[in-house]
């Protein structure tokens, strides 16, 4: 409890003398080819609506560059991605570039040299790297495409950019790369696709920043995993439910999956169940406890932190609205303090901070 205390003063005071600044959430809403954006209040968590960024077609997933100078945005229905420059104060957005490619963009992320984004295609089942300039936009020529299978859902690398993971739900698969940035290449590594058990899904991976571990949900199985990243690979050394135990085996489906800001925990948010679940890391093996269930709006697609893991928001996609939740920074478990109304179909949020 005095830890609690102790870091939202922290945040109050950093915030009150203007040195850790507010920073926004942004949301995708496709039914209205629009981003809401919402300023975060890191003192309370509350949120304020303050513009609507209209798009040409439907936004889904979006990512920010490691500077937090540049959106990335996937127009799943176009086939397309857009590039944006945000303003360093307001959040405001200002169009890069809109380049083709492929149906559904389900997933991407910019390497951590700043010289690619790689992106995963869920309909077409396909891998691209597209080359960026110095301003973070994505240029025009696409310098690999690479077939997978089926449903590619996440693309993600290890934080020695070497190692790339992608998670396949439809065939239960995860390719494994190795990113030649030099070359800009992916290449499929020597016996890289590790399947897992019928009806698992992997879909969504993230990496532990100073650790050789990656947690991965299971979307059909309702289940996270661990692996370990030995030589590059993935090797699996633990799987837990997501769900409560009396909970229908076959019902609900995971989504989106991250780590805390300090890589503590592991969040997940459970379509059915309607909640985030949160687990504890062993800070010596990598290995996850949980530490409870907690509720959302229904169907929780997407979630976020902001960076100082105090506040995490999750969009409910069936109803319209975002539950806001402050989190234990020392338990890791949340309380919901909030919930507002937004645009239709909340389908991603994302945090963008001020410089």
């Known amino acids: 409890m005095f830890r609690l205390f102790t870091t939202s003063l922290i945040v109050y005071l950093l915030v009150s003398f203007k040195l850790l600044a507010n920073p926004f959430l942004l949301v995708s809403l ?9 300023q975060i209040d890191l003192a309370s968590g509350l949120l304020r609506h303050v513009r609507d960024h209209a798009l040409s077609a439907d936004p889904g997933p979006m990512s920010v560059s490691h500077d937090g100078k540049t959106l990335y ?13 945000i303003d360093p104060e ?42 960026l300039g110095n301003d973070g936009r994505i240029l ?13 859902h996440c693309i993600m690398a290890a934080p020695d950019n070497r190692h790339v993971f992608v998670p396949h739900t439809g065939p239960n698969k995860i390719f494994q790369f ?36 990656a947690y991965v949900d299971y979307e059909q199985g309702n289940k996270v995993a661990f692996y370990r ?38 969040y997940a948010a459970n379509r059915g169940h309607n909640s985030i679940a949160g687990f504890r890391i062993n800070r010596f093996t990598g290995k996850l406890t949980s530490i409870g269930y907690f509720p959302t709006s229904a169907n929780p697609r997407s979630f976020v932190m902001t960076d100082c893991g105090k506040w995490l928001y999750a969009g409910g996609q069936d109803t319209n609205q975002i539950a806001l939740f402050c989190r234990n920074v020392n338990s890791g478990t949340l309380q919901r303090i909030d919930t507002i109304q937004t645009g239709r179909k909340p389908w991603w949020l994302q945090i963008v901070n001020q410089r």
């Open 178 to 213: 190795t990113l030649d940035v030099e070359k800009g290449t992916l290449e499929l590594k020597k016996e890289g696709v590790l399947t897992s058990e019928d009806q698992t899904g992997p879909r969504h991976i993230d990496i532990h920043p100073r650790k050789p571990w």
């Open 30 to 38: 496709p039914d209205e080819q629009q981003i809401a954006v919402y």
């Open 90 to 131: 307001t959040a405001e957005l200002t169009h890069l570039t809109t380049v083709g490619a492929d149906q559904d963009p389900a997933y991407h992320w910019q390497d951590y040299t700043a010289s690619y984004l790689l992106s995963a295609y869920y309909h077409t089942g396909r891998v691209s790297m597209h080359s």
């Open 140 to 152: 025009a020529e696409s310098t690999q495409w690479i077939k997978t299978e089926l449903k590619a």
């Open 73 to 85: 945005l996937s127009l799943r229905n176009a086939g397309k991605l857009a590039s944006f420059s």
């Open 229 to 266: 990243i030995n030589a590059g690979k993935l090797v699996r050394k633990q799987v837990i439910s997501s769900v409560p135990n009396d909970w229908p085996a076959g019902e609900g489906a995971t989504a989106r999956l991250t780590l805390s800001p300090d890589g503590r925990f592991v």
